[in-house]
Nanobody
Framework: QVQLVESGGGRVQPGGSLRLSCAAS????????MAWYRQAPGKQRELVAD???????NYVDSVKGRFTISRDNAKKTVYLQMNSLKPEDTAVYYC????????WGQGTQVTVSS
């Protein structure tokens, strides 16, 4: 059974940075497009960044120029480098495939507050 384990969240001040990691197990990782999603309190989960199997990337407008998604297929890990964080980035962050979603992991909480 495939498991996704997110880590790296925390509390930072506006303008700060965090690097999230997502480790996948039990599947052929390299052939799948992967994505980072987030869910803020009272809001629906949204896709914020995705990366194809060959590392082409896409971002939602609100994070363009601030977030960078990357992957290491040998480690079965996807990363999200988040810079210039804003209070509106506060959410639980999850990774998953972009299509054919797996069971969701526990996510990692990101809180941006002064």
């Amino acid at each position: 059974q495939v498991q996704l384990v997110e880590s790296g969240g925390g509390r930072v001040q506006p303008g700060g940075s965090l690097r999230l990691s997502c480790a996948a197990s039990g599947s052929i990782f390299s052939i799948y497009d992967m994505a980072w999603y987030r869910q803020a309190p009272g809001k629906q989960r949204e896709l914020v960044a995705d990366i194809t199997f060959n590392s082409n990337t896409n971002y939602v407008d609100s994070v363009k120029g601030r977030f960078t998604i990357s992957r290491d297929n040998a480690k079965k890990t996807v990363y999200l480098q988040m810079n210039s964080l804003k209070p509106e980035d506060t959410a639980v962050y999850y990774c998953n495939r972009k299509r054919d979603l797996l069971s969701w992991g526990q996510g990692t909480q990101v809180t941006v507050s002064s």
